[in-house]
């Protein structure tokens, strides 16, 4: 089984750009999608990126997602930060068994 | 509007059973893969089952395996889990989820129902 590691916490300023980091531990990152869920507190999951760059509509072009396959990982960026953006980010993916969630990183907007 | 609804959701003692239940509105629900996952407290996110849109396909974590059933009625628009030799650590909140074309991706969760195992 392939795990998915993201940092557990992250914190930037309001206006501010932010990177959230999901690095895979074996296999290809190219290979399968990967997805990024939002989850606000005492909410449910939403999906803010799916297929590894896309944006479902309702979701603001601030959000985007990228894959680099020389690390491995995948990346969520959020630019134009603002307080309603303070939530726990899950990276998830998948291969022939198995469907992994990273571990979630929790954004804090100061 | 996809909408989902899960129900079922509440106390039980270490070994004993639960059913959970999700209506699902807002989509063609035999075209599509379902799937639970859960949520310990204070905890990440856990995919727990999934299962296609025709019901002939079905995945387990290995930490349910044996022990929960995924099943769908499709000419009710629901999804079940059948939880049975419930443990503590599998108290968590757990989620219905629809997937997209590609029944490992989510698109669409519901609000949740939690799922005390307890003595």
């Known amino acids: 089984n392939f795990m998915l590691t993201q940092p557990h916490s992250v914190s930037e300023s309001p206006g501010k750009t932010v990177t959230i980091s999901c690095t895979r531990s074996?296999?290809?990152?190219?290979?399968?999608?990967v997805q990024w869920y939002q989850q606000r507190p005492g909410s449910s999951p939403t999906t803010v990126i799916y297929?590894?760059?896309?944006?479902p509509s309702g979701v603001p072009d601030r959000f985007s997602g990228s894959i680099d396959s020389s690390s491995n990982s995948a990346s969520l960026t959020i630019s134009g930060l603002k307080t309603e953006d303070e939530a726990d980010y899950y990276c998830?993916?998948?291969?022939?068994?198995?469907?992994?969630f990273g571990g979630g990183t929790k954004l804090t907007v100061l | 509007e996809v909408q989902l609804l899960e129900s079922g959701g509440g106390l039980v003692q270490p070994g004993g059973s639960l059913r959970l239940s999700c209506a699902a509105s807002?989509?063609?629900?035999?075209?599509?893969?379902m799937s639970w996952v859960r949520q310990a407290p204070g905890k990440g996110l856990e995919w727990v089952s999934a299962?296609?849109?025709?019901?002939?396909?079905?995945y387990y974590a290995e930490s349910v395996k044996g022990r929960f059933t995924i099943s769908r009625d499709n000419s009710k628009n629901t999804l079940y889990l059948q939880m049975n030799s419930l443990r503590a650590e599998d108290t968590a909140v757990y989620y219905c989820?629809?997937?997209?074309?590609?029944?490992?991706?989510?698109?669409?969760w519901g609000p949740g129902t939690l799922v005390t195992v307890s003595s």
């Open positions: 989820a629809k997937s997209t074309y590609n029944w490992n991706l989510i698109d669409y």
């Open positions: 807002g989509f063609t629900f035999t075209s599509f893969a």
């Open positions: 299962i296609s849109g025709s019901g002939g396909t079905t």
């Open positions: 074996s296999g290809s990152i190219a290979n399968n999608y």
């Open positions: 297929e590894d760059n896309q944006r």
């Open positions: 998830q993916s998948y291969d022939s068994s198995n469907r992994v």
